[in-house]
């Protein structure tokens, strides 16, 4: 996902260009205002036609340059979340680790991991889960994305999380067992995972 303005600006026209100025004005005008407007503030319309405006290829990095000009809080990404299409809010999944909410949005990574969106699952599994969900969290949304067939590749710092998990490790053989009793294809990606879990070698087995 792009969050340069000079890469969007090389790839968008003069209407979309023009657009995105007056769209980031207004973002940035709310972060030096935060309190005040009342209601939801005309930069979070813009977040939802990002799109139509700016081209669907291009819409998360726009909506993420918004979230990171206005300085987003938590009512303002759990609003444009609960409010949002899948696209709005897998935008505003992809964008929080970038911003300074510490684990205060977690719900909100936790209501994706509730759903069976891939698009949704992907993006809740990025920097931000890897930073804030404890390990039982952490442990079930590895577990989601087999389940979903979201790539393994797109859970942020897989290997050192899972380095000696003997927790997720019984997880992922519990789960390959029900697979396999229930005539199903166990996923590829579970071996990858369940590889890393074996701790780290020590030094004398490493010599």
Do not use: I
């Not at 503030?41 to 998360?60: I, K, T, Y």
Request: one cysteine or more; glycine letters at 6%; aromatic letters at 4%.
């Amino acid at each position: 996902m792009l969050t340069s303005r000079k890469e969007l600006d090389d790839r968008l026209r003069g209407a979309a260009r023009a657009w995105l100025d007056e769209a980031l004005a207004e973002a940035a005008h709310a972060a030096g205002h935060p309190d005040s407007d009342t209601g939801s503030p005309p930069w979070e319309l813009r977040f939802a036609s990002a799109g139509r405006q700016c081209g669907l290829e291009h819409a998360d990095s726009v909506r993420a340059l918004l979230l990171l000009e206005a300085r987003a809080g938590l009512p303002a990404v759990t609003r444009l979340y609960e409010q949002g299409t899948a696209a709005e809010r897998r935008a505003v999944l992809l964008t929080l680790d970038r911003l300074d909410l510490g684990a205060t949005a977690l719900p909100l990574v936790e209501d994706a991991l509730r759903t069976n969106d891939t698009r949704l699952v992907s993006a809740a599994v990025g920097p931000y889960a890897a930073a804030h969900l404890d390990a039982h969290g952490w442990r079930h949304a590895v577990l989601k994305c087999l389940f979903t067939e979201v790539p393994v590749e797109a859970v942020a710092d897989l290997g050192r999380r899972a380095r000696g998990d003997a927790e997720l490790a019984r997880m992922l053989g519990d789960f390959a067992a029900e697979r396999t009793a229930a005539g199903r294809e166990v996923p590829a990606d579970l071996r990858t995972v369940l590889d890393l879990t074996a701790p780290a070698p020590t030094s004398r087995e490493e010599s």
